[in-house]
Structure formats: structure tokens, C-alpha cells
């Protein structure tokens, strides 16, 4: 065959040289591309995760470096009841504070996907908690939550006459929990809102109008047209929301330190306690590591819910 008959792309690539040729390799074109974001993950991510396991495994000290003690930080773990109250009140603080944030993200995301005047503002407005940095939002509610100078006790007892003193919200244990709670809910819900409101408008409005002709309520649209049509996402965005919660540091340390008499501590904040500010890093490694199973199990829960759902859908559909 001779060079004119050749096709046109071929007859190009001969005439390059090797190096665009390589370039033109479509896998090392991807590998190329992947590297900077695989290399910065493997910097800023999988060294400090190794380190930590590692450290978790010996009796380091700011200062001093430790041996190898295998398995004696955990067993020390498993008879501390602080460390016991740090794993009871991180999943009852990401399990309440999801519910609520779910609930009210959910309910939030479908008035937004309605029609109303000015309602691109009115979104922007909604993403206001979630942009404005942790420490902020953890120090207006600091002040919200203050005994003496709290908006709350004042409209309590000065306007509204309900109480005759001030509420001490940070004084007691669970008080003090439920108000860590309530601080997250409301820095969570527009993550929540907005991701539910990119699903929800991905649902096409014929299937709603079917469903109105053939008489089905609100209640019923929303049942069998909605959530199942939402549950890919409801399942992404619940995975992130459980690891968010679960890891939180910065609310719950910038409001309370982990008290009252380390009543709020998560698992995040005693690492920080014990490893940082009190210089055992092997110990404080380990409470960290100690958090992977809860946060591996919620993955695997939301994957393979998703999984489930998706078979059944193949299901139905065959």
C-alpha cells in the first residue's frame, strides 16, 4: 500500500514525532492527568493516615520518640469510660444531628423547588452556614449560648415572661450535648438542602402530572415519585453527612473544649486532647484510629443500601 493511500489520521501520526505520538496514547494521557491529584492524595492524605496507625502502636511522645507496643494503647482504651463517653456521644451526636439535618434539608430543598419571586437570592442566602467558616458560626453560637448574654434567655425571661433566669445552656452535660447538636443541624442543613435540590430537579415534571391525572395526593407523589427517585443521592449525600458528623472538631472545640466535665467530647476532639494537648501521641493516635470501623461501617451501609436499591429498580424494571 502505498504512503497516499494510507487514511488520513495515520499518515498524520507518522509524521509527528515520538513524543507526540505518546501524548496522542490515550491511558498515558489519563495517567498523566491523574497524577498531580494522586500525589497530593498520597502527601496530604495517606502518609498522615499511615503515620497515625503507626504511631497508635507505640508509646510516642511530643518530644520523645516511642517503641513498638503493639496492641496496649487500645487495651488501654477499652477500660478508659472517657474514651467509652467519647464513642456514645459520637454516634448519638451524628445520629441525631443527621436525622435533623435530613429532615430539614429535605423539607427545605422541596419549598426551593417551587416557583417564587426572587428565588435564585433566596438559594444563595440558604448557602450562607455552610460557606462561613466553622470558627465563626462556632462563636456566634457561643455567644447565643452564653448565660448571661444569651439572645435566648433574654427573650425567654424579658420578652416572653417563660423563665426568671437566664438559661445555662453550656453548664450541663446535656444540655450542653443537645446544644452542639443544634449548632451542627444549622451549619449542615444547605449542604443537605441544595445537593437534595440538584436531585430533585432531575426528576422530570411529567411524571408528577401523570400521577395528579390519575388522582395521587401530595403525600403519594412524594412516596412512590420522589423518594424513590432520590434515593441515589439520598444515599451519597447521607455517606458524606455521617463522615462530616461523625470526624466534626471544630464546632465541638471552639464552643465547649469537650465540656462540661468532658461531657461533649467527641472521638476527634479527646485524639486532639490526649494526643496534642497532652502529649501522648500514641494514645491520641490511637483514639483517632479507633474511629475508622464507625466510619467504614457507615460507607458500607450507604453503598450497599444503594446497591439494594438500585437491584431491586433492575428488578421491577425486568
Not at 78 to 100: E, M, P, R
Not at 177 to 182: E, G, H, P
Amino acid at each position: 500500500m502505498s504512503v497516499t493511500t494510507l487514511p488520513s489520521r495515520t499518515l498524520a501520526l507518522r509524521q509527528q514525532g515520538w513524543i507526540a505520538r505518546v501524548f496522542d496514547y490515550k491511558p498515558f494521557l489519563i495517567v498523566m492527568c491523574l497524577t498531580p491529584a494522586i500525589g497530593l492524595l498520597l502527601v496530604f492524605l495517606t502518609y498522615p493516615l499511615g503515620l497515625g496507625i503507626w504511631l497508635a502502636f507505640t508509646d510516642t511522645t511530643i518530644g520523645q520518640r516511642g517503641i513498638y507496643i503493639g496492641l496496649e494503647n487500645f487495651q488501654y482504651l477499652l477500660k478508659d469510660q472517657l474514651w467509652w463517653n467519647a464513642v456514645f456521644y459520637s454516634i448519638f451526636y451524628t445520629a441525631v444531628a443527621t436525622f435533623g439535618k435530613f429532615a430539614l434539608g429535605f423539607w427545605l430543598a422541596l419549598l426551593l423547588n417551587n416557583h417564587f419571586p426572587f428565588k435564585s437570592l433566596v438559594r444563595a442566602i440558604v448557602l450562607l452556614p455552610w460557606i462561613v467558616p466553622t470558627v465563626l458560626s462556632a462563636l456566634a453560637f457561643w455567644w447565643i449560648y452564653d448565660p448571661q448574654f444569651s439572645i435566648i434567655s433574654y427573650l425567654l425571661v424579658d420578652v416572653l415572661h417563660l423563665r426568671s433566669t437566664n438559661v445555662d445552656f453550656l453548664g450541663s452535660p446535656w444540655p450542653a450535648r443537645f446544644s452542639l447538636i443544634a449548632a451542627n443541624i444549622w451549619r449542615g442543613i444547605p449542604f443537605v438542602a441544595i445537593s437534595l435540590l440538584a436531585g430533585l430537579q432531575t426528576i422530570s415534571p411529567s411524571l408528577y402530572e401523570a400521577a395528579m391525572l390519575d388522582g395521587a395526593t401530595a403525600w403519594q407523589r412524594f412516596r412512590y415519585i420522589t423518594f424513590p427517585m432520590m434515593m441515589p443521592i439520598l444515599a451519597i449525600v447521607m455517606t458524606f453527612s455521617i463522615i462530616f458528623t461523625f470526624t466534626d472538631f471544630q464546632l465541638v472545640y471552639a464552643i465547649t473544649r469537650g465540656g462540661p466535665v468532658n461531657s461533649t467530647h467527641l472521638l476527634a476532639t479527646l485524639a486532639f486532647q490526649r494526643g496534642i494537648a497532652g502529649g501522648e501521641l500514641g494514645e491520641g493516635a490511637a483514639i483517632a484510629v479507633s474511629m475508622i470501623p464507625f466510619l467504614v461501617f457507615a460507607t458500607l451501609f450507604s453503598y450497599f443500601g444503594l446497591a439494594r436499591r438500585k437491584w431491586q429498580q433492575g428488578e421491577a424494571n425486568d
